[in-house]
């Protein structure tokens, strides 16, 4: 099978890459690099089975030769990125979700759509089944990602009823693991890079919010079950198990060893009080669960950022604990000539440091 990955380069979207090309398939990688990095991938490029094109796909989106499946992730995902690109991301999730779309149809492929949570806002259930229709604010600063979202699920849904696509969607919880960026405003990034560095944590509220952490490796096996069938779903893809960010915080604490006090600020604007999947559809339907303890996952990703010192911005002198048995070969860099690229697009910086905008 040769799979299209929009957003190929980001957190998810390499891991996808990686996992679709350990089991035989080709893949062609389509990323700007608004928010992801090159070295998320550049281990791939010298498998022939990989292909990887610098593109922003709200401008427009072909590739030559066979396309099977469309894998949309291409957007903006952490509420600091999103709210800095607050056009792009619209533009992303409207413009570059009917482009995909298109490429799709052009090829008579599969598409998925990574959709999230957020398109359920701050949700009066509890709690959330795919049948909630959701509670969000539609000019509030989230709105730019939240409704890009739903107009992207509102926009595949229609291609499979007026051209009928074959469309499935995925709405996905909390992720983490390695290759998060370390300051991208993320809960589970922020706090284990302030713990590594001793830095106070950041709890907005009183931490008594609670979010469902899903393990990257889980994710994607959920993702490629849901590639793998033909299934429209939509499908609540994430981990039911819920846990305040005052918990999440304690256990980033505990597993590093680190000393960080723990800072509180007020909450966001619409920020979500309580997030938790029902999965029974997906059991049932792709007969997919999430199987990887919270603790289990935090070490690896841990391991990862502890390995990493440059990107948290500081000497590896500095970081405290975290340097876990499972210590990560370092991050490869590659040149920016390696990457095929149209003419004036810019190399992102991959630890812009910045503060978290919610613990979401
Ligand atoms: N990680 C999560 O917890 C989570 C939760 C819900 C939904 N999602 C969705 O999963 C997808 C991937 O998220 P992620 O966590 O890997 O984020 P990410 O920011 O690491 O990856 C997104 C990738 O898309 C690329 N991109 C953005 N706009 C683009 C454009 N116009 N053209 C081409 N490439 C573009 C970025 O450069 C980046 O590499 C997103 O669609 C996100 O909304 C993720």
Same mark, same amino acid.
């Given at each position: 099978?040769? #799979?299209?990955? +929009?957003?190929?380069?980001?957190?998810?979207?390499?891991?996808?890459?990686?996992?679709?090309?350990?089991?035989?398939?080709?893949?062609?990688?389509?990323?700007?690099?608004?928010?992801?990095?090159?070295?998320?991938?550049?281990?791939?490029?010298?498998?022939?089975?990989?292909?990887?094109?610098?593109?922003?796909?709200?401008?427009?989106?072909?590739?030559?030769?066979?396309?099977?499946?469309?894998?949309?992730?291409?957007?903006?995902?952490?509420?600091?990125?999103?709210? =800095?690109?607050?056009?792009?991301?619209?533009?992303?999730?409207?413009?570059?979700?009917?482009?995909?779309?298109?490429?799709?149809?052009?090829?008579?492929?599969?598409?998925?759509?990574?959709?999230?949570?957020?398109?359920?806002?701050?949700?009066?259930?509890?709690?959330?089944?795919?049948?909630?229709?959701?509670?969000?604010?539609?000019?509030?600063?989230?709105?730019?990602?939240?409704?890009?979202? =739903?107009?992207?699920?509102?926009?595949?849904?229609?291609?499979?009823?007026?051209?009928?696509?074959?469309?499935?969607?995925?709405?996905?919880?909390?992720?983490?693991?390695?290759?998060?960026?370390?300051?991208?405003?993320?809960?589970?990034?922020?706090?284990?890079?302030?713990?590594?560095?001793?830095?106070?944590? +950041?709890?907005?509220?009183?931490?008594?919010?609670?979010?469902?952490?899903?393990? #990257?490796?889980?994710?994607? =096996?959920?993702?490629?079950?849901?590639?793998?069938?033909?299934?429209?779903?939509?499908?609540?893809?994430?981990?039911?198990?819920?846990?305040?960010?005052?918990?999440?915080?304690? +256990?980033?604490?505990?597993?590093?060893?680190?000393?960080?006090?723990?800072?509180?600020?007020?909450?966001?604007?619409?920020?979500?009080?309580?997030?938790?999947?029902?999965?029974?559809?997906?059991?049932?339907?792709?007969?997919?669960?999430?199987?990887?303890?919270?603790?289990?996952?935090?070490?690896?990703?841990?391991?990862?950022?502890?390995?990493?010192?440059?990107?948290?911005?500081?000497?590896?002198?500095?970081?405290?604990?975290?340097?876990?048995?499972?210590?990560?070969?370092?991050?490869?860099?590659?040149?920016?000539?390696?990457?095929?690229?149209?003419?004036?697009?810019?190399?992102?910086?991959?630890?812009?440091?910045?503060?978290?905008?919610?613990?979401?």
């Amino acid at each position: 099978m040769r #799979v299209v990955v +929009t957003g190929g380069g980001g957190f998810l979207g390499s891991h996808l890459c990686e996992a679709l090309l350990r089991r035989g398939d080709a893949v062609v990688c389509l990323d700007d690099f608004s928010t992801g990095v090159p070295e998320n991938v550049a281990h791939l490029l010298p498998d022939p089975a990989f292909e990887l094109h610098r593109v922003d796909v709200s401008e427009g989106v072909d590739v030559a030769g066979q396309v099977d499946a469309v894998a949309h992730l291409a957007s903006p995902a952490s509420p600091p990125d999103y709210l =800095r690109r607050p056009l792009e991301t619209l533009a992303v999730g409207s413009r570059g979700t009917e482009n995909a779309l298109r490429l799709a149809l052009r090829h008579g492929a599969r598409f998925i759509l990574a959709s999230t949570s957020e398109i359920y806002g701050d949700p009066l259930v509890h709690p959330q089944e795919e049948t909630y229709w959701g509670n969000v604010n539609s000019i509030g600063p989230r709105s730019v990602y939240d409704e890009a979202k =739903r107009y992207a699920e509102a926009v595949s849904a229609a291609y499979h009823r007026a051209h009928d696509l074959d469309v499935g969607i995925a709405r996905i919880f909390n992720t983490y693991g390695p290759r998060m960026r370390p300051h991208d405003g993320r809960v589970v990034s922020s706090f284990i890079t302030q713990a590594l560095t001793g830095e106070p944590l +950041t709890i907005y509220g009183d931490g008594g919010q609670t979010r469902s952490f899903c393990y #990257v490796d889980d994710m994607i =096996r959920g993702l490629l079950a849901l590639l793998d069938s033909s299934e429209m779903g939509p499908f609540n893809l994430g981990n039911p198990i819920e846990r305040t960010v005052r918990e999440l915080a304690e +256990t980033v604490l505990a597993l590093t060893g680190s000393v960080s006090e723990v800072n509180h600020h007020p909450l966001p604007v619409d920020d979500p009080v309580r997030r938790r999947p029902v999965i029974t559809r997906a059991r049932e339907v792709l007969g997919w669960a999430p199987e990887i303890e919270l603790t289990e996952g935090l070490s690896r990703t841990i391991a990862y950022f502890g390995a990493r010192p440059d990107r948290l911005g500081v000497s590896a002198a500095a970081i405290r604990g975290g340097q876990g048995d499972t210590v990560l070969p370092a991050s490869v860099s590659v040149a920016p000539q390696a990457i095929p690229a149209p003419s004036g697009v810019g190399m992102p910086s991959g630890a812009a440091s910045e503060p978290a905008a919610a613990n979401g």
